[in-house]
């Protein structure tokens, strides 16, 4: 089953603005990663964060993660056109064997010029 | 170094036809995955490699979908016979032996079956 769930499923801003998006998921996790995928591209990743980790940043990247509530936010600041991509929050569950991550569903992220 | 590498880029064929499709992990890394990506699925984890033992493959669609992984530095998915509905963008990562398990993604192989 989905482990990790994203929202909003897009998002379109304009440069300059500051990008929020949040990621749901349902076990206990080892770690959180969020990756970025530019269009007919294989998936990067950005950041991540452990689970005794609340807050983390990576230049305009900032991740926070609330593990009472299951969720996280990647938070991008002044946004550029070159961060129009998707967005995706992955989740290493505890005790997983061999690194497995569960990916969400995404959100494409669109920055206007 | 090179990153993960995946061929071919780009494959059409026929319905019926055999298709493989084939990576190269990072050198030094235990797990290789396997990965489709669709509009309607989004990212599925198919199978998944630990120090070349198949360790998870229950997202192997069907029989048709077969993987192996002889070394450490070769992987092989193989669909026979090849359906329409296989269309799909198919990722490999590999990622190192770590508690944090950051994966690296290929450039992945578009496959179209007609």
């Known amino acids: 089953s989905q482990q990790g769930e994203e929202d909003p499923q897009a998002l379109s801003i304009q440069e300059g603005e500051n990008a929020t998006m949040n990621c749901s998921y349902k076990?206990?996790?080892?770690?959180l990663q969020w990756y970025r995928q530019n269009s007919g591209r294989g998936l990067v990743h950005l950041i991540l964060?452990?689970?005794?980790?609340r807050e983390k940043h990576s230049g305009r990247l900032r991740v926070t993660l609330d593990t009472s509530k299951k969720s996280s936010s990647l938070l991008i600041t002044a946004s550029r056109a070159a961060d129009t991509a998707s967005y995706f929050c992955a989740t290493a569950r505890r005790g997983n064997q061999g690194g497995k991550l569960i990916f969400g569903q995404g959100t494409e992220l669109s920055v206007k010029p | 170094d090179a990153g993960v590498i995946q061929s071919p880029r780009h494959e059409v064929t026929e319905m019926g036809q055999e298709v493989t499709l084939r990576c190269k992990p990072i050198s030094g890394h235990n797990s290789l995955f396997w990965y489709r990506q669709t509009m309607m699925r989004g990212l599925e984890l198919l199978i998944y490699f630990n120090n070349n033992v198949p360790i998870d493959d229950s997202g192997m669609p069907e029989d048709r979908f077969s993987a192996k992984m002889p070394n450490a530095s070769f992987s092989t998915l193989k669909i026979q016979p090849s359906e329409p509905r296989d269309s799909a963008v198919y990722f490999c990562?590999?990622?190192?032996?770590?508690?944090?398990?950051?994966?690296?993604f290929g450039p992945g192989t578009r496959l179209t079956v007609l």
């Open positions: 990562a590999s990622s190192p032996d770590s508690v944090d398990n950051e994966q690296f």
């Open positions: 964060i452990r689970s005794n980790e």
């Open positions: 076990t206990s996790i080892n770690n």
